[in-house]
């Protein structure tokens, strides 16, 4: 969608400096004046200025999601997975400070690989296993089907 204002022709270019734009104005009847390139929220369905939605880095375009959607859903997922984090950073510290032996060997295919820590259980922090990329994927793959 197109601002309503450059829809109209309500915008008269004026001697000002050139490539410059008018921020975005919300009225009732919609935005009016600058360059507004409007987008649809996928998760609240609302038009919103593309200003309202966060840019992804090295692309011309941005988020499905509106900034107000995002930060809902980001908190939504930190509240849910909040015991997960704390046992991912008290694993992290545990390798700092050698509580926690960092192993070279994948537990599943005994390769020596660049490795992850897979917690089992997220009330024991440092009670991990160490894992290859494919092999943590797989036995999260495994996980899904289970259920």
Known sequence: MVCYAR???LLKPSGGISGASLPCIATPAGFLFGNCQMKTCTTCLTGKPESDFYAIAGRKTSRARCKS???KAIDMRRKANLQADVAQVLAAYGVR???IEKQTIC???KQEKPLDKHH?????PYEVMWLCRMCHAQMHADKRRQK
Do not use: Q
């Not at 089992?120 to 024991?124: F, Q």
């Open 97 to 99: 400070t050698g509580i």
């Open 69 to 71: 959607c995002d930060k």
């Open 107 to 109: 537990f599943t295919c």
């Open 120 to 124: 089992e259980d997220y009330t024991k």
């Open 7 to 9: 829809k109209s022709n």
